[in-house]
């Protein structure tokens, strides 16, 4: 008997799930991908950041006395 050099992981707990995966165009994967998120990322936070104004604005004018 030859003794086990390298326990293998569980499916689950998988550590390199990277090297299984395969994309079939550009900017599906990577570094790509990771600017494709954090361009989302970006104008998510700027239209939130525009609608809370305009809110704010609204919910300001609407609270003042007349």
Do not use: C, N, Q
Not at 6 to 35: C, N, Q, V
Not at 38 to 51: D, H, K, M, P, T
Request: charged share 25%.
């Amino acid at each position: 008997m030859i003794p086990a050099t390298r326990i293998t992981p569980m499916l689950w707990f998988e550590r390199d799930k990277e090297r299984h995966r395969f994309y079939l165009l550009p900017g599906m994967g990577g570094s790509a991908l990771r600017r494709k998120h954090r361009r989302f990322l970006y104008w998510s936070l700027a239209i939130g950041l525009l609608v809370s104004g305009i809110m704010t604005y609204l919910f300001f004018m609407l609270s003042k006395p007349r």
